[in-house]
């Protein structure tokens, strides 16, 4: 079946620090790889989006790269500030038909000035 | 418009009670989802409605009946619900033909977090 693995959080650091987030995924075919955002209190936002293999995402300073030899998209900022701390979801659409978003287990990100 | 808007935001509940959820998005989207979430974990799923009529039921108990009025709106009735089924409920919605909803993804309200007393 098809699924995403995202490390655990909770991730800790400090305004200005770089930030990664690792995901890896299982599917057949070509999926589409997305990173969503959830801010406290809130609803999920997609952050970004790579379609197909050596496509990168980007947005607001956030960046990641499909990497189909790796089954991987990790997410990466080089700066982060307080206003980023969220949770981020890795998620997957598979290419076959009858796809669905199928979600990692979600990664929490704590920013502190 | 490019938001999925989701009414009420905050709902209190005695497990007697009937209540609605309510959710509209004016993008033309033809797919329609209904997700529950509890703390600290991923969005489940619940229904999906792809133009407008009911295609998938994750197997969700009958106390939660979902309705599609037209391409734009999407309910969920409740009923007789327990404690346990307090969460936030999140409406997203989706490009109704397969490659578009892998090339665009899904667009999410802000959702409902609905507590049972």
């Known amino acids: 079946g098809n699924s995403v693995t995202q490390m655990e959080g909770p991730v800790t650091l400090s305004e200005e620090a770089f930030l990664t987030i690792n995901c890896t995924y299982t599917?057949?075919?070509?999926?589409?790889l997305f990173w969503y955002v959830q801010y406290p209190g809130e609803g999920l936002q997609l952050l970004l989006k790579a379609t197909k293999a050596d496509d990168k995402g980007s947005n607001k300073g956030f960046e990641a790269t499909y990497r189909k030899e790796t089954t991987s998209f990790h997410l990466e900022k080089g700066s982060v500030q307080v206003s980023d701390s969220a949770v981020y979801f890795c998620a997957l659409i598979p290419s076959a038909a009858g796809n669905k978003l199928t979600f990692g287990g979600g990664t929490r990100v704590l920013v502190k000035p | 418009d490019t938001e999925v808007t989701q009414t009420p935001k905050h709902l209190v509940m005695g497990m007697t009670n009937k209540k609605s959820l309510k959710c509209e998005q004016h993008m033309g989207h033809r797919a329609m989802y209904w997700y529950k979430q509890k703390a600290k974990k991923p969005p489940e799923l619940m229904f999906v409605?792809?133009?407008?009529?009911?295609?998938i039921n994750e197997s969700v108990p009958s106390r939660f009946s979902p309705e599609c009025p037209n391409s734009s709106l999407l309910n969920l009735h409740l009923h007789a619900l327990q404690p346990e089924d307090s969460a936030l409920y999140l409406c997203?919605?989706?490009?109704?033909?397969?490659?578009?909803?892998?090339?665009?993804?899904?667009?999410f309200g802000s959702g409902t977090r609905l507590t049972v007393v």
């Open positions: 599917a057949t075919g070509y999926p589409s």
């Open positions: 409605y792809s133009y407008e009529k009911l295609s």
């Open positions: 997203a919605s989706s490009q109704g033909r397969q490659g578009n909803r892998a090339n665009y993804g899904y667009t």
